[in-house]
């Protein structure tokens, strides 16, 4: 599907549902509506079309996962394909330089089974491989940490505590746009609002001061951002209790947390750097 498309019908079921209207920033409980600076967008040297995500590594370069395959984004605008794969890349995590996670569908001239189940790369995108679930998994939602592996693929949430080897059902019956982790912490964005767990999926609890609408997450050590319908950014820096309204990005398809900082919102024509100067 049109990431755009797909996006959008996103945000309509997550503020179709549950959520009966849109609130302004000051409506979202302990959620600060400061005024941040808005950062400064550059535009790229080429579109990315049908993005999927984004995720910054250990060096600080920004990856965008597309339909076509992962693409280094620089601060200049530059893009250029991580190699040489055109796969469609759909969940993607970087947990280090040699722990890049995805899934997805494989390209025209690909090798890969359709779906590509839980793929790998231990040289910044160069080269993928397959590590598990291949022919069954398509991981749209995926979130990794140095200690577990957690994807949705439409059928169930799944995790993995080896690596991404062997899986595991969570006992929680969710459907979730987005994954994210902090440390042990897991959320997901449903429509039903935030929600967050603390045994690997098992349970969730609802966030009960998250911004209305979230739909996109996206988090880096203790840095969670998220974007919600109206296009507008949030930063929490405690897994999701208390959150700051960080400006908006027009257009944004995919959002990658630097820090407490920062983040990158991506869209089609334009990166944008978010900072959080607060």
């Given at each position: 599907?049109?990431?755009?498309?797909?996006?959008?019908?996103?945000?309509?079921?997550?503020?179709?549902?549950?959520?009966?209207?849109?609130?302004?920033?000051?409506?979202?409980?302990?959620?600060?509506?400061?005024?941040?600076?808005?950062?400064?967008?550059?535009?790229?040297?080429?579109?990315?079309?049908?993005?999927?995500?984004?995720?910054?590594?250990?060096?600080?370069?920004?990856?965008?996962?597309?339909?076509?395959?992962?693409?280094?984004?620089?601060?200049?605008?530059?893009?250029?394909?991580?190699?040489?794969?055109?796969?469609?890349?759909?969940?993607?995590?970087?947990?280090s330089a040699t722990g890049w996670f995805a899934s997805g569908h494989p390209g025209a001239e690909s090798t890969m089974t359709?779906?590509?189940?839980?793929?790998?790369?231990?040289?910044?995108?160069?080269?993928?491989?397959?590590?598990?679930?291949?022919?069954?998994?398509?991981?749209?939602?995926?979130?990794?940490?140095?200690?577990?592996?957690?994807?949705?693929?439409?059928?169930?949430?799944?995790?993995?505590?080896?690596?991404?080897?062997?899986?595991?059902?969570?006992?929680?019956?969710?459907?979730?746009?987005?994954?994210a982790l902090v440390d042990s912490t897991l959320l997901a964005t449903t429509k039903s609002g935030l929600l967050r767990s603390?045994?690997?999926?098992?349970?969730?609890?609802?966030?009960?001061?998250?911004?209305?609408?979230?739909?996109?997450?996206?988090?880096?050590?203790?840095?969670?951002?998220?974007?919600?319908?109206?296009?507008?950014?949030?930063?929490?820096?405690?897994?999701?209790?208390?959150?700051?309204?960080?400006?908006?990005?027009?257009?944004?398809?995919?959002?990658?947390?630097?820090?407490?900082?920062?983040?990158?919102?991506?869209?089609?024509?334009?990166?944008?750097?978010?900072?959080?100067?607060?």
């Amino acid at each position: 599907m049109d990431v755009r498309l797909r996006t959008a019908a996103l945000m309509v079921v997550i503020a179709g549902v549950g959520l009966t209207g849109c609130s302004s920033q000051s409506d979202a409980g302990s959620a600060s509506a400061s005024t941040p600076s808005s950062g400064t967008s550059i535009s790229l040297s080429e579109s990315l079309m049908h993005l999927h995500g984004a995720a910054v590594d250990d060096a600080g370069d920004l990856f965008a996962a597309t339909h076509d395959g992962v693409w280094r984004v620089g601060g200049d605008g530059s893009v250029s394909r991580a190699g040489s794969s055109g796969d469609d890349f759909m969940g993607f995590a970087i947990t280090s330089a040699t722990g890049w996670f995805a899934s997805g569908h494989p390209g025209a001239e690909s090798t890969m089974t359709d779906p590509m189940g839980l793929i790998t790369s231990t040289d910044r995108g160069e080269t993928w491989s397959v590590l598990s679930r291949a022919g069954v998994s398509d991981f749209h939602a995926l979130a990794a940490s140095n200690t577990l592996i957690v994807g949705f693929d439409g059928k169930q949430l799944l995790r993995s505590t080896d690596g991404g080897k062997a899986w595991n059902p969570a006992t929680a019956a969710i459907t979730p746009a987005s994954l994210a982790l902090v440390d042990s912490t897991l959320l997901a964005t449903t429509k039903s609002g935030l929600l967050r767990s603390s045994d690997q999926g098992d349970t969730f609890e609802s966030v009960p001061d998250a911004p209305p609408g979230l739909v996109l997450l996206s988090s880096r050590a203790s840095a969670l951002w998220a974007l919600d319908t109206q296009e507008r950014l949030w930063v929490s820096a405690d897994a999701g209790t208390t959150w700051s309204a960080r400006g908006s990005a027009p257009g944004a398809q995919a959002i990658a947390a630097v820090d407490e900082g920062s983040a990158f919102a991506i869209s089609e024509s334009e990166v944008k750097e978010v900072v959080n100067d607060q």
